[in-house]
């Protein structure tokens, strides 16, 4: 079965600084992955999707991910965090390839202090 | 272009009432989700419409949780009677066909079981 794990639930970074929110995922194929991001009451976004074409994904917003078989890694980066990146963020795997069943992660608090 | 549209935004009943909530998703979109987000955890899949067809209901409660697509355009998620553990949002999205995992979610409607 598809899963990913997030390793951070939380994670404080300083506007302007680097931002890296874990995930690792565990599939027995070559996995679709994506990343939401959950601001207060809004609606779920998607940041952007991996779906084998490149490795290194890149997102809306300056956010862009890197996929990694040999770690089975999926995480999230910005270089520079911005105070409206503060959200929390979900990585996802389809259940299987080519369809729209997603599994979530349990999600990671992003705080950016000023 | 209009958002996915979610009533009521707020809904707070006690155990062993019925409750329902309504979506309305994005204006052609033929597939339509109803997620369950427990406080702390990532949304879980309830219940998966193609149109005014059941693509996947594996994960809904059907003893309790019930739900209908009305001319494959607006839906109805229905629980009766509700549990402490039902309290949780409940989050309604649409995707369009060919999208893979681009879904747009609505905002949620809060639901507190007491």
């Known amino acids: 079965a598809q899963s990913v794990t997030q390793l951070d639930s939380h994670v404080s970074v300083s506007e302007g600084t680097p931002v890296l929110l874990r995930c690792n995922y565990s599939?027995?194929?070559?996995?679709?992955l994506f990343w939401y991001v959950q601001h207060p009451n809004k609606g779920l976004q998607l940041l952007l999707k991996?779906?084998?074409?490149?490795?290194l994904v890149k997102g809306i917003n300056g956010f862009e991910a890197e996929f990694k078989k040999s770690e089975t890694s999926f995480h999230l980066t910005k270089p520079s965090a911005h105070m409206s990146d503060a959200a929390e963020y979900f990585c996802?795997?389809?259940?299987?390839?080519?369809?729209?069943?997603?599994?979530f992660g349990t999600g990671t608090r992003l705080q950016v202090f000023p | 272009e209009a958002g996915v549209a979610q009533s009521p935004r707020y809904k707070i009943i006690e155990k062993r009432q019925s409750v329902a909530f309504w979506c309305n998703p994005i204006?052609?979109?033929?597939?339509l989700y109803w997620y369950q987000q427990i406080l702390g955890q990532g949304p879980k899949l309830l219940i998966q419409?193609?149109?005014?067809?059941?693509?996947?209901d594996s994960q809904l409660p059907k003893d309790r949780f019930s739900a209908e697509r009305l001319k494959g355009v607006d839906s109805t998620l229905k629980i009766q009677p509700a549990k402490l553990e039902d309290s949780a949002v409940y989050l309604c999205?649409?995707?369009?066909?060919?999208?893979?995992?681009?879904?747009?979610f609505g905002s949620g409607t809060q639901l507190s079981v007491l």
């Open positions: 996802v795997v389809s259940e299987s390839w080519g369809t729209d069943k997603l599994i």
């Open positions: 599939s027995s194929y070559s996995p679709s």
């Open positions: 991996y779906t084998s074409a490149a490795t």
């Open positions: 419409f193609q149109n005014n067809g059941v693509v996947d």
């Open positions: 204006s052609g979109h033929a597939t």
């Open positions: 999205a649409s995707s369009d066909t060919g999208s893979w995992g681009k879904l747009f």
